[in-house]
């Protein structure tokens, strides 16, 4: 991450811009007895408000510019507090802007919205709504992206064995109060694409109904690639195959790498074409979606990535159960 910023912000000063493209920040936040304000900005144009977000220690509110949807208004009680900090994430994606507790299992707060000209959200501006005591935020700021282009000649895609250090290249499929990454691993005959929590350092697949923790995994690394929206089985056609089933009637089918919102939360996981299904391992279960991002090359004479990259270890110990 960049800097870590301290910011008082008061009613009297009520510009402080920075930069968030990623579609999710955290945040801690105190105020005594005034509303802390976030206005959410377009990427292209900074002075154009998408939304806001007000949090008080009474009712809290998502609030869309006024053709970008319908607000949404919450009490949260013991929200904001001045004697500890209140640790929150913000995360805005496919038309949904959620406001949840860093560590909480729900999204506090859910409002859907959509900008009439596709401009995505870039930049979030820190004030007070109102009162008379300042709102102290304390957040990262993102590392700056370089602002010319780099030709990149290394970082084709390629599966790393999952160890103690996370790979500099490798790819971000969603977040979980953290960021998560793109991981597969074995299991009863199948090599399954799911995610990778770095805090825990353990991957997770779904499979036949349930999470399965693992060990041992592979991480997707590499650049050159792009998220499509699709459904059902409508696969395009450079979709990077992360795996495949185990077998059966139907033989070893490709599994394809995907991810979609669930809880506020955006989490990679598998889709199986037979199926017409996106899975998701999450809370110990596996979810089900019909309408998902899918990952696709972005170089034309792409061609897939082996499966057989791996031996396959089915070793005791290698799938977590927490009990």
């Known amino acids: ?25 955290f945040f801690n936040v105190l ?18 408000t998408i939304a806001t977000v007000i949090l008080s220690r009474y009712s809290s509110q998502i609030i869309p510019a006024k053709s ?34 860093v560590g909480g299992k729900e999204p506090i707060m859910t409002c859907r919205y959509h900008d009439p000209e596709g401009v995505p959200i870039g930049f979030v501006r820190f004030h007070t709504q109102s009162g008379v005591s300042p709102v102290t935020w304390v957040f990262d700021i993102p590392p700056e992206r370089p602002t010319k282009p780099i030709k990149i ?41 799911g995610k990778y929590v770095p805090s825990k350092k353990l991957g997770f697949i779904p499979w036949g109904h349930q999470e399965h923790a693992k060990e041992r995994c592979e991480i997707l690394c590499g650049y050159n690639v792009e998220w499509v929206w699709t459904y059902g089985d409508n696969i395009p056609e450079n979709a990077v195959i992360g795996g495949q089933s185990e077998g059966g009637i139907a033989g070893q089918e490709p599994l394809y790498i995907s991810r979609a919102m669930h ?25 089900e979606v019909s309408k998902y991002e899918i990952l696709v090359s972005k170089d034309k004479d792409f061609r897939g990535i082996a499966v057989e990259s791996v031996k396959e270890s089915e070793e005791p110990g290698n799938d977590i159960v927490f009990l």
Not at 1 to 25: A, I, R
């Open 263 to 287: 809880n506020g939360f955006l989490i990679p996981g598998k889709v199986h074409a037979m199926y017409k299904t996106c899975y998701l391992p999450y809370n110990g279960g596996e979810v």
């Open 153 to 193: 000649t290394t970082g084709q895609l390629r599966w790393v064995q999952a160890s103690d250090d996370l790979p500099t290249d490798a790819i971000i499929g969603g977040f979980e109060r953290n960021h998560t990454y793109i991981a597969r691993a074995h299991h009863n005959g199948s090599l399954t694409p």
């Open 1 to 25: 991450m960049g800097d870590t910023v301290v910011l008082c912000s008061s009613f009297e000063k009520p510009h402080n811009v920075y930069k968030f493209d990623s579609g999710v920040f």
């Open 68 to 101: 970008c949807g319908t607000k949404m208004a919450l009490n949260t009680p013991q929200l904001l507090s001045y004697q500890s900090p209140s640790t929150l994430t913000l995360s805005w994606h496919s038309g949904m802007i959620q406001v949840g507790r």
């Open 31 to 48: 105020s005594r007895n005034a509303e802390a304000k976030l206005d959410l900005l377009a990427k292209i144009c900074p002075h154009k």
